[in-house]
């Protein structure tokens, strides 16, 4: 597996480049010179013309795809839109969930007064679903399958900070022990599988969960 500037290269070809991003990395470059580092600055130099396609949270890790050219850019963002692509993420979440698997179905808006947080609004909220299945248990916790059948911005987080079990780890919706038990986020992306733009067959990414 190739590795440049600190990121796993799962696949590239002529039209996209599937890669592995490290927790606590932007996607792209956010404001002023001190969050300029992310992964398209990191792979520009190896491939000019890449373009952000999707983008996970700064502290999520896992699978991401980036496009080449201009075509397979607006193939893929249609994917992305139109829910084409399958999604799943794998996080150690705080306590024990009453059931084995369910869905969370809330709607979710920016948080204004507390930006980049999100926030349950049944009003002017956005719809948003997650599928959960819970994979093992131990004595504080429970690692869950997320499956999120829609894209909203801190998606994951937010409901399962509604269930009462917040993610391990989350610097923005966990408290105390929950907090404080990881000094990162156990959210990873583990599988992105989509439609590739270029020969239309469908392939599925994988990337293996470091916790």
């Given at each position: 597996?190739?590795?440049?500037?600190?990121?796993?290269?799962?696949?590239?070809?002529?039209?996209?480049?599937?890669?592995?991003k490290?927790?606590?990395?932007?996607?792209?470059?956010?404001?002023?010179?001190?969050?300029?580092?992310?992964?398209?600055?990191?792979?520009?130099?190896?491939?000019?013309?890449?373009r952000?396609?999707?983008?996970?949270?700064?502290?999520?890790?896992?699978?991401?795809?980036?496009?080449?050219?201009?075509?397979?850019?607006?193939?893929?963002?249609?994917?992305?839109?139109?829910?084409?692509t399958?999604?799943?993420?794998?996080?150690?979440?705080?306590?024990?969930?009453?059931?084995?698997?369910?869905?969370?179905?809330?709607?979710?808006?920016?948080?204004?007064?507390?930006?980049?947080?999100?926030?349950?609004?049944?009003?002017?909220?956005?719809?948003?679903?997650?599928?959960?299945?819970?994979?093992?248990?131990?004595?504080?916790?429970?690692?869950?399958?997320?499956?999120?059948?829609?894209?909203?911005?801190?998606?994951?987080?937010?409901?399962?900070?509604?269930?009462?079990?917040?993610?391990?780890?989350?610097?923005?919706?966990?408290?105390?022990?929950?907090?404080?038990?990881?000094?990162?986020?156990?959210?990873?992306?583990?599988?992105?599988?989509?439609?590739?733009?270029?020969?239309?067959?469908?392939?599925?990414?994988?990337?293996?969960?470091?916790?």
């Amino acid at each position: 597996m190739e590795r440049i500037n600190g990121i796993d290269i799962l696949f590239q070809d002529e039209s996209i480049v599937v890669v592995d991003k490290p927790h606590d990395l932007l996607s792209v470059p956010g404001k002023g010179p001190d969050n300029k580092d992310c992964v398209v600055s990191r792979l520009q130099q190896r491939f000019p013309t890449i373009r952000i396609v999707h983008r996970l949270d700064c502290a999520t890790s896992g699978v991401m795809v980036l496009a080449l050219d201009a075509d397979s850019h607006r193939h893929l963002s249609r994917q992305f839109q139109e829910r084409q692509t399958h999604k799943v993420y794998v996080a150690k979440v705080y306590g024990q969930p009453s059931d084995n698997q369910g869905q969370v179905e809330l709607p979710l808006r920016c948080d204004w007064e507390n930006r980049p947080k999100q926030m349950v609004d049944w009003e002017q909220g956005k719809h948003a679903l997650t599928h959960w299945y819970v994979l093992s248990r131990d004595s504080e916790s429970a690692r869950i399958k997320l499956t999120p059948i829609t894209g909203r911005s801190h998606q994951l987080r937010v409901h399962m900070l509604a269930m009462g079990h917040p993610i391990l780890g989350d610097r923005f919706y966990a408290s105390g022990k929950a907090l404080n038990c990881s000094p990162r986020l156990l959210l990873h992306a583990q599988l992105l599988e989509l439609s590739h733009p270029i020969t239309e067959k469908r392939q599925a990414f994988q990337s293996i969960c470091p916790f």
